[in-house]
């Protein structure tokens, strides 16, 4: 096997799968919760912290670039495999790499730089989120045509168009909540079950 | 060749498909159905949409999958075509937007369940080579769809796990993200080490060409599916 420290090997890739995996699900669940209209909005919120988690103790596998890019094109994968469209693929290719390029100048090791890659990386959820501003009476229709005119009506109350730039920042600040979250979280249990060696 | 023919994982359905179908077929119903709609035509796609992946798992030999879906997509028209109209206001609106969103996920989530559960992790990584994705994109794909399922299982092990200690409900969200997240990620990670062993004693990641067991490939059925998929996504796009 190739023993150059800068090339993705196998076992690398296999992390790349078991984290983007756990990921999804957590991101998953956080999802369920953004049904309910009000929530919707929360969303960027809630998700970027639910999977802070597993997301810092990803980063502490992490020394190559490339891993967290293919992590955000993968997870635009499993998205669009769900029908989210083609929007949350180019979403999450391009934080995904924009973050690894952060992670990378912090030389995957830096505290400060890891923290501001997981708000960049965390923009992602945007790719979700766009549709409903971007092609804004296309979208209504047919959720009021799926869910009833009352769902859509209340959803159209609460996302105004200056909303869409505020969850950008939204976004941003649920990943740095969640990177500070799953630093905490780290010290208090991984550490001390020897999980942080690799 | 008949050796082959007789392993358990090539018999696993009466109408085999292709991974690659499969993989066609969940964006197709995933997507139209996740959308919505407001065309006529779509009115009769949805439903045949809808339906499909139950048949497909039906055609599969899961019983037990078809029994269940099958339930919960009549207890869901039930609901939405007898007892919606007689609700109004708020009722109304808790009741339409729960419908509306299980009606619209439920679909692509059973065609995701039949994509997962009748496809091995071999059949899948052999589609994936032939669609010449990379190793980079085909490895962590295959780990992921080989760990679905058990983050799932763990997930509600741990539940139970901690429900049994009394820390079930909502009362401390902190509490119940920290005692499940962290457990499961535990263990996840654990079997992942595993996994990641074995895979490597394998062969994965060695520099030579993996050769593959699995016969993939397109038949009458996957032309058949093809077909439909695509006048769907015709019907989508223009309607």
């Known amino acids: 096997m190739d023993t150059k420290n800068n090339k993705l090997q196998a076992k690398d890739l296999i992390n790349v799968g078991i984290f983007t995996a756990i990921y999804f699900v957590l991101f998953f669940v956080g999802m369920m919760a953004g049904y309910i209209p009000i929530f919707i909005v929360l969303l960027p919120l809630i998700c970027p912290i639910l999977c802070g988690i597993p997301f810092m103790l990803y980063l502490t596998k992490v020394k190559i670039f490339g891993m967290v890019t293919l992590t955000g094109l993968i997870l635009g994968l499993l998205a669009l495999l769900m029908g989210s469209g083609i929007e949350v693929l180019v979403a999450g290719l391009v934080f995904g790499l924009l973050a690894d390029l952060i992670f990378k100048a912090g030389n995957y090791r830096s505290l400060k730089w890891t923290i501001i890659g997981n708000g960049v990386f965390s923009l992602w959820i945007m790719g979700y989120v766009s549709r409903m501003f971007l092609a804004r009476d296309a979208y209504f229709a047919k959720v009021a045509a799926g869910y009833g005119q009352e769902y859509a009506d209340t959803l159209m109350s609460y996302t105004p168009g200056w909303v869409f730039p505020t969850l950008f920042v939204v976004a941003f600040l649920g990943g740095v909540l969640g990177a500070l979250l799953g630093r905490a979280v780290l010290k208090k249990h991984f550490e001390k079950a020897g999980m942080l060696d690799a | ?239």
Not at chain 2, 149 to 157: A, D, H, M, Q, R
Not at chain 2, 167 to 194: D, H, W
Not at chain 2, 216 to 233: E, K, R, T
Request: aromatic share 12%; net charge positive.
């Open chain 2, 1 to 239: 060749m008949n050796a082959v023919c007789d392993l358990p994982f090539e018999k696993k359905s009466v109408i085999p498909v292709d991974p690659r179908t499969k993989l066609f077929l969940t964006i197709t119903v995933s997507t139209i159905m996740m959308s919505g709609s407001v065309g006529s035509v779509m009115n009769y796609i949805r439903p045949c949409l809808a339906i499909l992946p139950v048949c497909l798992l039906l055609f599969s030999k899961r019983w037990k999958a078809v029994a269940n879906f099958s339930l919960t997509y009549f207890i869901l028209f039930a609901l939405e075509i007898e007892v919606l109209p007689l609700l109004s206001g708020f009722w109304n609106f808790l009741l339409g937007a729960l419908v509306g969103i299980y009606t619209h996920i439920l679909p692509g989530f059973v065609m995701g369940y039949y994509l997962i559960d009748t496809t091995t992790v071999s059949e899948f990584v052999a589609a994936m080579e032939r669609m010449y994705i990379p190793q980079k994109i085909v490895i962590p794909v295959s780990v992921i769809f080989r760990f679905f399922p058990t983050v799932i299982e763990e997930y509600f092990s741990i539940s139970d796990a901690m429900k049994m200690r009394g820390i079930a409900t909502l009362r401390s969200p902190m509490k119940m993200l920290e005692y499940r997240v962290v457990p499961l990620m535990m263990c996840v990670v654990k079997i992942g080490e595993e996994l990641s062993a074995a895979a490597l004693t394998r062969g994965l990641g060695a520099p030579e060409k993996r050769t593959n067991i699995c016969r993939i490939g397109f038949g009458v059925v996957d032309i058949l599916l093809s077909v439909i998929a695509v006048f769907c996504w015709a019907a989508f796009l223009i309607w």
